[in-house]
């Protein structure tokens, strides 16, 4: 079992930053990949950016360049480091962790981006 919890989001005006934190525990040696997803109202959750172990990283075409996804394995943390961010990026986002045959999802956190 893997507990997630999500932290960071906010009000943030367009061309700002947040830094989202997802801290993990449990058995977290099993984790395999991580992932942030982002849900706004009426659509599907999407993935904005995954980690595979502790370097491999992909991301949504949208985010390339603004977006950093990073992991701390001896704090056992997630940071998802969102710059120059846009009103489209708003959403609420969720942490995902990905083990062999299970995956664990957090409770998500709300990022608005808004003058």
């Given at each position: 079992?893997?507990?997630?919890?999500?932290?960071?989001?906010?009000?943030?005006?367009?061309?700002g930053?947040?830094?989202?934190?997802?801290?993990?525990?449990?058995?977290?040696?099993?984790?395999?990949?991580?992932?942030?997803?982002?849900?706004?109202?009426?659509?599907?959750?999407?993935?904005?950016?995954?980690?595979?172990?502790?370097?491999?990283?992909?991301?949504?075409?949208?985010?390339?360049?603004?977006?950093?996804?990073?992991?701390?394995?001896?704090?056992?943390?997630?940071?998802?480091?969102?710059?120059?961010?846009?009103?489209?990026?708003?959403?609420?986002?969720y942490?995902?962790?990905?083990?062999?045959g299970?995956?664990?999802?957090?409770?998500?956190?709300?990022?608005?981006?808004?003058?």
């Amino acid at each position: 079992q893997v507990q997630l919890v999500e932290s960071g989001g906010g009000l943030v005006q367009p061309g700002g930053s947040l830094r989202l934190s997802c801290v993990a525990s449990g058995t977290t040696l099993r984790i395999n990949a991580m992932g942030w997803y982002r849900q706004a109202p009426g659509d599907q959750r999407e993935l904005v950016a995954g980690i595979v172990g502790f370097t491999e990283t992909k991301y949504a075409d949208s985010v390339k360049g603004r977006f950093t996804i990073s992991r701390d394995r001896i704090k056992n943390v997630m940071y998802l480091q969102m710059d120059s961010l846009k009103p489209e990026d708003a959403g609420v986002y969720y942490c995902k962790a990905v083990m062999p045959g299970r995956d664990f999802w957090g409770q998500g956190t709300q990022v608005t981006v808004s003058s």
